[in-house]
């Protein structure tokens, strides 16, 4: 089981939940990201960020293992 797929259902949510709270409309396509297939570096670093950095980049995409995903500071 992906890493991702284990925080999704940790969280108690679908793919649908998933998918909108990363833009995404189609389940299928939640389903290959999990599966590791498609997943864009705009797609990882935003699974990163959802996910407080518990699901990282290069968990996503290996080839992007040196990339840091820096949070936006609160006002």
Request: charged share 25%; hydrophobic share 40%.
């Amino acid at each position: 089981m992906s890493k991702l797929r284990t925080w999704r259902l940790s969280r108690g949510w679908s793919q649908g939940d998933l998918g909108s709270r990363l833009g995404i409309r189609s389940k299928g396509q939640v389903s290959r990201i999990e599966k590791g297939v498609g997943v864009t570096t705009d797609i990882a670093i935003a699974i990163d960020r959802l996910t407080s950095g518990e699901v990282p980049v290069a968990a996503l995409r290996p080839d992007l293992h040196d990339v840091r995903v820096i949070s936006a500071l609160a006002p």
